[in-house]
């Protein structure tokens, strides 16, 4: 079995002679949630598209489940799309059978599943609803139940947390985490850099359809700035400020948060710093996603 979900090579689209998608080459490893995240426009969606053969590449190669072309093996994918659509007189219940049904499964084998789906997304107690009678989250978690009823191998979700409450959106993510822990592979599309940060395994960031970069959680954080200091001392910020090379220094509950310049050197500030008051501790902050990602987009955007 091949080591990748998805392969993509030198992928292209445009539409009126602008490059949505431009040259994107990425790898997918199989057993891993994948975060595919941008700003608006980037790319994600008509990518995710080229993926699941809605529309085609101007150029390039796309490969799933170690060789399969897109438009084949479709029953060994899961797509939830951005714009979702349901059978909304349909029973809850009678509506999961029904895609199972349409993926493949024998009757009693769609039953079961979704039955197990409905228990596992709290959704049971209303399995005789009409889809109409359902909120916003219960249609959205009752979509991701359409996605995963008949266990695809690979499972694309755009913005599948759209439309869920804070309890509904941690439902949705532990589903989640134990689908990739079945080995399942997950590559979803978000705006919610904060759930993407505790649930993907491997990052990739694109800006105006081109990558930025690409790799593990750990290899994110450590590409974005790392010019900020968090120090405990009882040193005033407008001292810690008139030091050389530091551009600002706030405190928060006893500890300083201090910027360097670009260009500083932070043993050197430590160095002053230390010559002059006590330091009791101190520590690079990391950023988070969401810092690493303005910082790599707002570089590399023009």
Not at 25 to 52: D, E, H, Q, W
Request: charged share 25%; aromatic share 6%.
């Amino acid at each position: 079995m091949t080591e990748h979900a998805l392969v993509m090579e030198d992928v292209t689209k445009s539409f009126g002679g602008k490059a949505v998608v431009d040259s994107l080459s990425a790898s997918f490893p199989r057993g891993c949630i994948y975060g595919f995240l941008g700003p608006n426009g980037a790319g994600k969606t008509t990518t995710i598209r080229m993926v699941m053969d809605i529309i085609r590449p101007d150029s390039g190669r796309i490969e799933l489940l170690g060789g399969v072309a897109p438009g084949q093996g479709k029953d060994r994918i899961g797509y939830l799309p951005e714009e979702r659509g349901m059978y909304r007189k349909m029973k809850a219940a009678d509506f999961l059978t029904f895609i199972g049904r349409l993926k493949g499964m024998s009757h009693p084998d769609a039953d079961r599943s979704a039955a197990r789906w409905l228990a596992a997304l709290d959704l049971d107690n209303r399995a005789g609803s009409k889809i109409e009678e359902y909120s916003r989250g219960m249609q959205q978690k009752l979509q991701f139940a359409t996605t995963v009823i008949n266990e695809p191998e690979l499972l694309i979700l755009d913005e599948p947390f759209s439309g869920l409450d804070p309890v509904n959106l941690e439902v949705v993510k532990q589903q989640m985490l134990a689908i990739r822990d079945s080995g399942t592979t997950i590559i979803f599309s978000t705006h919610m850099m904060e759930h993407a940060e505790k649930l993907c395994d491997r990052i990739m960031l694109i800006n105006k359809g081109r990558k930025i970069i690409d790799g593990t959680m750990e290899q994110i954080s450590g590409s974005g700035e790392n010019n900020v200091l968090l120090v405990e001392t009882a040193a005033d910020e407008v001292a810690v400020t008139a030091i050389s090379g530091v551009q600002s220094a706030v405190r928060e509950q006893g500890t300083l948060t201090v910027t360097l310049a670009e260009d500083a050197d932070s043993r050197r500030f430590l160095r002053e710093l230390l010559a002059t008051t006590e330091i009791r501790s101190f520590r690079v902050k990391t950023p988070s996603l969401h810092e690493t990602f303005v910082s790599l987009v707002s570089g590399k955007g023009e």
